[in-house]
């Protein structure tokens, strides 16, 4: 992900003047510069000595300046060593962005005590068929009273091994690979790619409200955390938050859960750039983002996820994006996310109806003209009484007639059909707390549909057999009859 991603940025800087938005370009790619060592180098080692190109102390050391192909940089000491000795390395320019410091570690390991695995060549004449003619990089480590620059060639025929040298030496070595390969690096990528930390379960704040806003949707996706939660009653879906638009639902927990959470703990695939400047930005499509989702947490904390442009490569498909107050351009993994494509269809539960029964306070039904009322009032089923039109009836048969209203199913989801008519029923249900308040109406519809707006708006459909079962249920009521449940 580090080879190309400044000419993507050219790229797409270029297309956003030329007035296009896209670009199908490699993140990755082979450096044929930087290959294997020429078929010419000697395979013939005089020496397997280990002799110390560079030998500092981790507490000395004041200044790493590493150069290659992708520009130059400088990594420097962060405060004073601990007191086991350990030195904690940043890149200058990027104190306060989020390093891998385990990356910036290795800056200085290599470097303060590097030593080779075998001398080459002596005096050696034609460095070119090392790669050292003109080095793919090289890192000059400093301390107060001195400083070792060390050049680094082609990789050897022999694996794990790269040709380097001290500079202002003639002899030739190979040093492991592992230890150079981290001078190869932009500097981009020693920059963390966690984008939101993923905080412990039981230090995760809660998620109040998400927002996804996208050019291809008409409505904002807006999903709020459910405060019944908070003293176990969740709804019959259990799931910990709803859909308040485009339309109110109920969530599927599991379909909905990296929608609901997925922001903690996301990761990008590389940084493409730090400090965008504005053509960078503008060229990433991150000036008018494609889609944008917002957090709300309950620790009055809120976070921006902003994508861009889609990056359609050879090894995948990833997305210019920004996050929050982080001066960063990132690619993220088309793979790894859901809000790019995400529809209300993909993540509500069918259940119209999540009320627990002893919950219930209120159910009114309208039908053929008539209504009738049940009340409610109790925690559990031996405590629970409930009355039809003012009559105490048996909670066991109200229990059961909810029961059948439970399976009302949002077959299809459907919010730009307008209702006809007056409703074939209409259902008012309210909790006894008072925190839930729902009218659901059914209108028929085309194919022998029934079309379900709830509190108002039109939501979903479902067989309009369903509603004409649940009159004939509603009727049967007081007679004793078994309730019909299949449809």
């Known amino acids: 992900m580090k080879k190309n991603v400044k000419a993507l940025l050219a790229c797409f800087a270029a297309l956003a003047v030329a007035g296009g938005g896209y670009a199908a370009l490699k993140l990755t790619e082979e450096d044929s510069s930087s290959g294997g060592a020429s078929s010419s180098a000697s395979d013939k080692l005089t020496s397997e000595i280990h002799v110390p190109l ?102 050897s025929p022999v694996s794990g091994e790269t040709y380097c040298m001290a500079e202002g030496d003639s002899t030739v070595y190979t040093a492991a690979t592992a230890n150079l390969s981290v001078f190869l690096n932009d500097d981009t990528d020693y920059i963390s790619n966690v984008i939101l930390e993923n905080p412990a379960d039981d230090q995760k704040p809660i998620m109040n409200k998400l927002t996804i806003a996208r050019n291809d949707l008409d409505y904002d996706i807006v999903i709020e955390y459910d405060k019944s939660t908070d003293d176990g009653t969740t709804s019959g879906t259990m799931a910990t938050h709803f859909m308040t638009a485009p339309i109110f639902a109920y969530l599927d927990p599991e379909k909905s859960q990296d929608e609901v959470a997925g922001l903690f703990g996301l990761t990008a695939s590389s940084v493409i750039a730090a400090y965008p400047d504005e053509a960078e930005i503008k060229g990433s499509g991150l000036d008018k983002p494609f889609c944008t989702v917002k957090m709300d947490c309950g620790d009055n904390s809120s976070y921006e996820l902003k994508l861009g442009n889609k990056l359609d490569t050879e090894n995948g498909v990833y997305y210019a994006a920004m996050f929050t107050d982080k001066d960063i351009i990132y690619a993220i993994d088309a793979e790894s996310i859901c809000w790019d494509d995400v529809v209300p269809d993909d993540i509500i539960s069918r259940m119209v109806f999540g009320t627990y029964v002893w919950d219930i306070g209120k159910l009114e039904i309208e039908a053929e003209g008539k209504t009738v009322k049940f009340a409610g009032k109790g925690s559990s089923k031996d405590d629970y009484e409930v009355t039809k039109d003012g009559q105490k009836c048996d909670r066991e048969r109200f229990q059961s007639f909810y029961s059948f209203l439970l399976k009302t199913s949002a077959e299809e989801f459907s919010i730009d059909e307008v209702p006809q008519g007056e409703p074939q029923a209409a259902v008012y249900l309210e909790t006894q707390n008072g925190e839930t308040k729902q009218t659901v109406e059914f209108y028929k519809a085309d194919g022998k549909k029934s079309l379900i707006c709830v509190n108002g708006t039109p939501s979903f459909k479902c067989r309009t057999a369903f509603v004409d079962l649940l009159i004939e249920n509603l009727s049967k009521f007081d007679s004793g009859e078994k309730f019909v449940v299949n449809w």
């Open 54 to 155: 560079t030998a500092f102390e981790a507490a000395d050391v004041t200044l790493i300046s590493i150069e290659n192909e992708n520009g130059s940089y400088e990594a420097v000491p962060v405060g004073s060593p601990a007191e086991d000795g350990t030195v904690e390395m940043t890149i200058k320019g990027f104190e306060k962005l989020d390093v891998n410091k385990n990356l910036t570690s290795s800056i200085l390991n290599s470097a303060k005590a590097l030593s080779s695995e075998t001398t080459v060549e002596e005096n050696a004449s034609d460095l070119d068929k090392y790669g050292l003619k003109e080095p793919r990089a090289s890192f000059t480590v400093s301390s107060a009273s001195d400083s070792k620059t060390v050049l680094i060639g082609n990789d």
